[in-house]
């Protein structure tokens, strides 16, 4: 046993600062084990596709306008073809509504004509046409990160 001072517990300090050493390795081994678990996972954000299928085209006859909520997105069918417009008002992202012959965002009153032309601001830009294909299956599809020109149409 060793003359060195004791606390009223009778640890001296040696013995403490060697305790505290074997905590901080433990502690940093643990860290470091951590660390290695969470590298061998990938760092994967999934998001929801923007291509959807809407249906077939037989479940739209023409003069159809269907608006899908869930997919922000207003789908027309004419004698011409199909096309889909999005109702997201370029503005700041309102949802916009069916008003008369086209469309009017509830949030600041930005008015779109029915192919999407701003007829009164404060929205920028008109509302974008996405693109529409068929799938292989027989479906209508919208792909909803590919804008293309508005007027164009899809025609089965
Ligand atoms: S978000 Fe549509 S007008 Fe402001």
Same mark, same amino acid.
Not at 60 to 83: R, S
Not at 99 to 127: E, I, M, T, W, Y
């Given at each position: 046993?060793?003359?060195?001072?004791?606390?009223?517990n009778?640890? /001296?300090?040696?013995?403490?600062?060697?305790?505290?050493?074997?905590?901080?390795?433990?502690?940093?081994?643990?860290? =470091?084990?951590a660390?290695i678990?969470?590298?061998?996972?990938?760092?994967?954000?999934y998001?929801? /596709?923007?291509?959807?299928?809407?249906g077939?085209?037989?479940?739209?006859?023409?003069?159809t306008?269907?608006? =899908?909520? $869930?997919?922000?997105v207003?789908?027309?069918?004419?004698? $011409?073809?199909?096309?889909?417009? /999005?109702?997201?008002?370029?503005?700041l992202?309102?949802?916009?509504?069916a008003?008369?012959?086209?469309?009017?965002?509830p949030?600041?009153?930005?008015?779109?004509?029915?192919?999407?032309?701003?007829l009164?601001g404060?929205?920028?830009?008109? =509302?974008?046409? =996405?693109?529409?294909?068929?799938?292989? $299956?027989?479906?209508?599809?919208? $792909?909803? /990160?590919?804008?293309?020109?508005?007027?164009?149409?899809?025609?089965?």
């Amino acid at each position: 046993m060793s003359n060195e001072p004791r606390n009223k517990n009778g640890v /001296s300090r040696r013995d403490f600062l060697g305790l505290a050493s074997i905590g901080a390795v433990i502690l940093s081994s643990l860290t =470091l084990l951590a660390g290695i678990f969470r590298l061998t996972k990938a760092d994967v954000h999934y998001e929801e /596709s923007k291509k959807f299928k809407i249906g077939r085209p037989e479940e739209f006859p023409p003069g159809t306008v269907k608006k =899908l909520d $869930d997919k922000k997105v207003f789908i027309f069918a004419d004698k $011409d073809g199909f096309h889909a417009v /999005s109702s997201v008002c370029t503005h700041l992202g309102c949802i916009v509504r069916a008003s008369g012959d086209g469309f009017q965002c509830p949030c600041h009153g930005s008015k779109f004509n029915k192919n999407g032309k701003v007829l009164a601001g404060p929205a920028p830009r008109n =509302l974008p046409w =996405l693109e529409v294909s068929r799938h292989v $299956d027989g479906n209508i599809v919208v $792909d909803a /990160s590919r804008e293309i020109k508005a007027g164009t149409k899809f025609k089965v």
